[in-house]
């Protein structure tokens, strides 16, 4: 049970299984056999035997769809047979195989939520505010989605509240509040380049600071001159500490993989 994301790069894997959206859920699947497997090993059950529940959030509530682990595991070996592009792909950022997928455990702890709304300090970039407006503007996601997800208790997100918080951009207030933070990284269905550098903008996620010497670091350009000469580049600037929770590690890792989308050109597409 989890948010599931993946780095929209078109790819030979992707045609085979028909486009992003099977392709995703191909690779849930496939993660959700391999733990299955783990845990059936460690209790001594027939792969046969057991079953599994997979929640699927909508506006309407919450479906469960139960499915054998037997089923779950003929379709992850299809779908392993068809991986072999993963192993040239630039968007494999995560994993060796199928590297541009990943997830984000439920349930969200408190302790990484509070990590996400204490990087969004000071002052806000006034592109990086405008970027947010307009965002919402066109109603670009419902933060009823996941005030739904708080509705249901310690099964999704662990924070009970949707607090506010003002940050300052060019003079004015920038009002925020955590369903509409969380709506926008998870809610969108999918989210463009453009988007990725706002959130990432509005979450301190990118350093203009670049040392050209520094090959390790990854790094974006973001305008370039009328000769195609990037005038700016951007690194993330995230990075795991080892006392991060589980659920702040699933975090970062999805703020670099959407970083890599927007380095791509590509859009990163989510499912809560």
């Known amino acids: 049970m989890s948010i599931e994301y993946v780095v929209a790069r078109p790819c030979a894997v992707k045609d085979s299984v028909g ?18 497997k783990r845990e059936a090993r460690k209790k001594n059950l027939r792969f046969e035997e057991v079953k599994l529940t997979h929640r699927i959030v909508t506006l309407d509530g919450v479906d469960e769809v139960v499915e054998p682990l037997s089923n779950l595991i003929e379709e992850a070996a299809r779908f392993e047979e ?14 060796d195989t199928v590297g541009c997928f990943g997830t984000i455990g439920y349930p969200v702890t408190a302790e990484a939520e509070q990590w996400l709304y204490d990087r969004i300090t000071g002052e806000v970039e006034p592109s990086v505010a405008r970027g947010w407006r307009d965002f919402w503007k066109n109603g670009r996601a419902d933060p009823s989605q996941i005030a739904l997800l708080r509705s249901k208790g310690d099964d999704f997100l662990e924070g009970t509240s949707a607090w506010g918080l003002t940050a300052a951009s060019g003079g004015r207030p920038l009002t925020l509040n955590a369903n509409e933070i969380l709506a926008a990284l998870f809610a969108a269905g999918s989210l463009a380049p453009a988007d990725g550098l706002m959130l990432l903008g509005l979450l301190g996620a990118l350093d203009p600071d670049v040392d050209p010497e520094d090959e390790e ?3 974006i350009g973001v305008s370039e001159t009328d000769n195609g000469e990037t005038e700016e580049k951007l690194a993330f600037d995230i990075y795991p500490e080892p006392y991060d929770d589980p659920s702040t590690c699933d975090l970062k890792a999805y703020l670099f993989a959407l970083f890599f989308s927007a380095a791509l050109g590509v859009e990163l597409h989510v499912s809560l």
């Open 82 to 95: 068809k991986t072999g592009p993963c192993a040239d792909c630039p968007a494999c950022v995560l994993d």
């Open 217 to 219: 670091r990854p790094v």
């Open 19 to 36: 486009g992003d959206e099977a392709f995703l859920r191909a690779c849930t699947w496939r993660l959700m056999a391999r733990t299955a």
